[in-house]
């Protein structure tokens, strides 16, 4: 069924205010919030009742629009304090490990959280996510992340070793993201399931080479490894051209099926 309410924004709403594709503030909606910016002071409270998409002027005279936050936007406006996943390899992960509602998956490291989050929207209501890391200090800064999108309610964080084992079985899917990922082969195919999906991210071509020798050895299945460069385009009337900037380089992506004995 189509979904044909009007979403009105209520007390303790997150608002993405935009000013430009350079310039957005994600924010909590609470009466007498008053955000203050370099084009003026936005009265976030007034946007109480309102429906999200709504127009804001600021004591400056600018127009803002209070957009509803999609997981994109909370994946780049969270804190962070490691290197993070980026959201243009989360897609193809997903798409490669048939990533979906109700799904358990396994996580290693869950760094600053940017992936936990996106792992978390795809598989909830019904599924969850086991994540790992090391560093509590790491798993501090996820709680956080994960409290202010709504998501903790989907994740189990546990500080621990991932290459020491893994105290989860029958997962779905497991996601490597350390320095390290041979070392996880192992324990990861013990908590997947017969058929479960692996997907490793490393950034240099030599930690893919060690992560491919070490599935080939555990008997994993259709081994792939890539890569995603993603252009912008700059589309204005008669002078649309690519953007002139772009991120180089994130992460190689591999990903694998776990055979059965
Ligand atoms: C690059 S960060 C992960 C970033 C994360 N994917 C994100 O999107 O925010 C790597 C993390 O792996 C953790 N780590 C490294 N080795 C580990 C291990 N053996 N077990 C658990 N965590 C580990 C580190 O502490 C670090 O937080």
Redo the contacts with the bound molecule.
Sequence with gaps: MPRLRVEKITEGDLVLVFLSRDKTWLTKVTSGNLLHTHVGILDIGSLLGKQFGSKLKSTLGEEVWALKPIIHDLILKAE?K????YPKDMGLIALKTGLCPGLKVVE?????????MFLANMVRPEGHVYS????PE?LSIVKRNLDKAGLSEYVTLKN????EGLDVKSADIAII????PW??VSPMKDALKGGGRVAA?TPTVNQLEKFVVELVRNNFKLIESMEVLVRGIEARPNKTRPEMRMIGHTAYITTARKASP
């Design positions: 962070r490691t290197q993070i996943a290693a490291g869950a760094g600053s959280g940017a992936m936990t790992y890391d090391i560093r790491f621990a070793d991932a290459t993201d350390v320095g390290d070392s996880l991210l």
